[in-house]
């Protein structure tokens, strides 16, 4: 090959045949062909792509989770400003909110020795008084008004001599203007962060609407019926440009309702298609039993099933005896005998030649679990085996046939391994999280799973977080169980707390005394009980006291509580500890301080460990009802004991998130539905979802 050095292109040293041929009789070759890159969905480009926003601004919009188009248009305000009502300025009140109009008859800069503070000002005068508006050490001000500009401005006056706004909403009225942004209109308020007003964010939104409106797509599938009938919704592209500049406030609320629908749907749609892929994947362990250790477990209990426990018994075989892996959430109230339940279904897997995993949340009522357990399985000849952070033990006679393992956390470490897992057990399941829950099915294939609660859930919670689970309630108490009586009491009435106490136990009755802390807190003066261990001594005296809390050795806690279910202690000081499981049935009555620091589900559990035998019980809340919300609660706990009635109070007062606790990671993300109070929205959107072809 040659170069010419003139040019510096190669050439080959012949000509082939085709550059021989002249191009006019060639046919023409296509270029490469390429599949185009699809287009980016509107709503999934950069915020950048709103005009006005640029990298710095994008980089504040991070800070609120606003990273794309959509993003912003889904900015949820957080209320909405009526800014259509002028008032004259001589009409305009202290401190309340004021919208005015009329025209800059003076402005100017004051700045202070120094240089370093300033103060801009200009006066409004609609014919009826003169308004002055100030920005304080915002001195750019002035390069947006000038004497003779008409302009609206908003904001709560601080002086009525002369009336002053400080920093109010200002728009200027020029001729030609379209409708207003920020006043004269319902006017959204958006959260907002340094450096980025809701002012500015209101804009930015008005943009990306008129950039990109017309392109907001509906969901996939479209499950919402849009349009005028009756029961018809506004598109989203109208619900999202009526939730940031509604006509009316009640227009925003109806736009907020047609998205909240759009996320229930999208949740009611995942939570079926996870049924449906358990259905279609998974083939269900025979776990149904054939009755012959049944039987003789319930000849021995010395008491009835109540119609409760036996329906849901019924519901259970169903299920473990079905083709798919049984997934059911079994509540009851406190004291309803849910345990007992449970017992009959691990016997079922166990007939079956099936093994059990039955996880609680703490040493105590893994313990517990695992002493009833051996109590009433043991003659039965099934071997008990107790797994947590402190002891592993087995007891029972066949240690080489289908066991039943009881255990804390410690379950789902990679060290714990299961052969043959037929039933996973989950004890108390909101102390856990949902990835601790899947750990432990995962440790079997596809085993059934049963998870327990005592704190019932409210209705809405249970058809999101748990709406892929099936729920069977007992509803019902045992027979024979003592009325519980709850009061509350101020601090000042704790002598006669006391001695009403001693007298409960010179009947021969045993109490417990709770508080919110293990140790003192310079805080707070929230009582500890490890200070409070002996003053309850001392007021109990002669009676014996014992005292429990988490920070104990484990061989402690077992000491204290076995003391007490004796009888050899009268009365326990504990932390919360004892909250889930623990039963003594000759445990009258339970004093709880500072019962205004709990919530109501841990107070209604709190309660729950008495009257669990046949002698009237009674729960004492001593608290400093400081706030209207903790008079609230512990009034209600004073009106009823029914632990659906409470969960539907406490979901009302602390809201979902905190209610469930951080641990649970199966509560759905929610910018616009409402699970305290959008009930009725959930389940139409699990109606539509129901009806869909899969």
């Known amino acids: 090959m040659s170069v010419d050095s003139n040019h510096g292109d190669a050439r080959p040293p012949r000509a082939g045949l085709r550059d021989r041929i002249p191009d006019a009789i060639l046919p023409a070759v296509p270029p490469t062909q390429r599949t185009p890159e699809p287009p980016v969905p509107a709503m999934d480009l950069p915020v950048t792509a709103v005009p006005g926003i640029g990298p710095e601004r994008a980089v504040l919009l991070q800070r609120l989770g606003i990273a794309t188009v959509g993003d912003l248009l889904l900015h949820r305000p957080r209320r909405h400003e009526d800014r259509r009502a002028f008032l004259p300025i001589r009409g305009v009140k ?119 409106g017309a392109e907001i797509p509906e969901p996939t599938p479209r499950l919402v019926p849009v349009g005028a009938a009756p029961d018809g919704w506004p598109s989203r592209a109208e619900a999202i440009r009526a939730l940031h500049f509604p006509a009316e406030i009640a227009d925003a609320e109806r736009a907020r309702g047609r998205l909240a629908l759009d996320e229930f749907a999208a949740l009611s749609l995942e939570i079926r298609r996870r049924r449906r892929n358990l259905e279609r994947q998974a083939k269900a362990m025979p776990c149904g039993g054939d009755n012959h250790l049944i039987r003789p477990f319930l000849a021995s209990l010395g008491f009835r099933l109540t119609d409760a426990q036996a329906r849901v018994l019924r519901e259970i075989r169903a299920d473990l005896a079905g083709a798919v892996p049984m997934r059911r959430l079994l509540q009851g109230d406190v004291g309803s005998g849910k345990t007992v339940v449970a017992a009959c279904a691990a016997l079922m897997t166990v007939e079956g030649g099936w093994n059990v995993a039955v996880m609680a949340p703490t040493e105590i009522l893994a313990g517990q679990w695992a002493a009833n357990l051996l109590r009433w399985f043991g003659p039965l000849g099934i071997a008990i085996e107790l797994r947590t952070g402190s002891k592993r033990e087995t007891s029972g006679t066949d240690a080489t046939g289908p066991r039943v393992t009881v255990g804390t956390h410690a379950l789902v470490q990679r060290a714990a391994t299961f052969d043959r897992l037929g039933l996973v057990v989950i004890d ?72 009403f106490v001693r007298r409960e136990l010179e009947a021969g009755r045993q109490a417990y005394v709770v508080y919110a802390r293990v140790d003192e807190s310079e805080h707070d003066e929230t009582k500890a009980v490890t200070r409070e261990f002996g003053r309850v001594s001392t007021a109990m005296a002669p009676h014996a006291v014992g005292l429990l809390h988490g920070q104990l050795h484990a061989r402690e806690k077992d000491a204290a509580m076995d003391a007490f279910r004796s009888g050899a202690t009268k009365v326990l000081v504990a932390t919360t500890v004892i909250e889930v499981g623990v039963d003594v049935p000759n445990a009258t009555v339970m004093v709880i301080e500072n019962a205004e620091r709990f919530g109501l589900a841990q107070l209604h559990q709190l309660r729950g460990r008495v009257g669990r035998g046949a002698h009237e019980s009674h729960c004492i809340l001593v608290a400093d009802e400081k706030t209207e919300a903790s008079k609230e609660r512990l009034k209600i706990m004073a009106e009823t004991n029914d632990g659906f009635e409470l969960a539907e109070a406490d979901l009302r007062l602390r809201g979902a998130g905190e209610l469930l606790g951080k641990a649970q990671s199966g509560l759905p993300s929610l910018k616009f539905g409402d699970l305290q109070g959008d009930r009725a929205l959930l389940e139409l959107a699990r109606g539509w979802v129901a009806g869909m072809k899969m």
């Open 94 to 212: 202290l401190g309340e909110p004021a919208l005015a109009c009329g025209r800059i008859i003076a402005a100017g800069t004051n700045r202070f020795r120094g240089g370093s503070r300033s103060v801009y000002e200009f006066i409004l005068d609609d014919g009826t008084a003169r308004l002055h508006c100030r920005w304080w050490n915002l001195p750019f001000i002035e390069k947006f008004f000038a004497v003779g500009d008409e302009v609206m401005v908003f904001g709560k006056p601080n002086s009525l001599r002369p009336p002053t706004i400080d920093h109010p909403e200002t728009e200027k009225v020029e001729a030609g203007d379209e409708a207003p942004l920020h006043l004269n209109r319902v006017v959204p308020v958006h959260p907002a962060t340094e450096g980025l007003s809701a002012r500015a964010i209101r804009a930015m939104v008005s943009r990306a609407l008129e950039r990109f």
């Open 428 to 499: 108390e399941q909101h102390k856990f999280g949902v990835a601790q829950r899947e750990a432990l099915v995962r440790k079997g294939w596809y085993p059934h799973l049963l998870v327990m609660t005592a704190t019932p859930i409210p209705r809405t919670l249970a058809l999101s977080v748990y709406g892929d689970l099936d729920v069977s309630v007992v509803d019902a108490p045992p027979a024979g169980r003592g009325r519980i009586r709850t009061h509350v009491r101020g601090t000042k009435a704790l002598a006669k707390v006391w001695e």
